[in-house]
């Protein structure tokens, strides 16, 4: 049961343009969405969040959208870099931190061109 | 200054062999985790440790034993091992259980090939 799902195994993108990694979910006990970037041959690392009660995050050039009523959720980059070339995770935790189980989605390869 | 590492970081074995991952962390959080990833790409969760004490333990074979001697480090040993063991697997770490919106720490992975 994919309870997280990154539809696109791959985007492509000329620097300085917007990349839109997308990502759509199941279960409606999420409260937390993250991002996480991924560089190969490294571990995942953690890059923006958002909690159910904001429909818009951003830091920096990321940004990350929530749309609770489609369980939907996006990151736009704005603009993209070549250094963002990464495999991109979105991830799902519920409010009750005890259960401290997350679920991760099969990410999405960004590449961005020079 | 790794915050998360884990040893070793790749590691080729042949069936029916028993080998260990060994992770630790000097973030000082509370809570470590094994993570699995296989060949379809998803990251699944295995165990999770807070305080030395487990709080989650996945559907996962019995052969897979973790063990965390201090809060520190989460060890994981694979008895017998399988074909199907192989993957990449993530140490991860965190303040308290769960993401909240700040995320986990991973390791760099160790990438278990069984041959």
């Known amino acids: 049961d994919q309870q997280v799902k990154q539809n696109s195994p791959s985007l492509s993108v000329q620097e300085g343009r917007i990349s839109i990694l997308n990502c759509d979910y199941t279960n409606s006990m999420f409260d937390y969405f993250l991002w996480y970037k991924k560089y190969p041959a490294e571990g995942p690392t953690f890059l923006i969040s958002i909690s159910s009660i904001k429909d818009k995050n951003e830091d920096g050039r990321f940004t990350v959208f929530l749309n609770k009523s489609a369980k939907h959720l996006s990151l736009h980059i704005v603009p993209s870099q070549p250094g963002d070339s990464a495999v991109y995770f979105c991830a799902a935790s519920p409010y009750n931190t005890n259960a401290g189980k997350s679920t991760f989605g099969d990410g999405t390869t960004l590449t961005v061109k020079p | 200054d790794t915050a998360v590492s884990q040893t070793p970081k790749y590691l080729v074995t042949q069936m029916g062999n028993d080998k260990s991952i060994k992770c630790e962390q000097n973030?000082?959080?509370?809570?470590m985790y094994w993570y699995k990833q296989d060949s379809k790409k998803f990251l699944k969760i295995m165990f999770s440790y807070n305080n030395k004490e487990l709080i989650i333990n996945e559907t996962v074979p019995n052969r897979f034993s973790p063990k965390s001697p201090d809060k520190a480090h989460l060890n994981l040993h694979i008895n017998s091992l399988e074909l199907g063991d192989s993957a990449v697997y993530f140490c991860?770490?965190?303040?308290?259980?769960?993401?909240?919106?700040?995320?986990?720490?991973f390791g760099s992975g160790t990438r278990l090939t069984v041959v």
């Open positions: 991860a770490s965190s303040p308290a259980p769960g993401q909240g919106d700040s995320g986990y720490t």
């Open positions: 973030l000082g959080h509370d809570t």
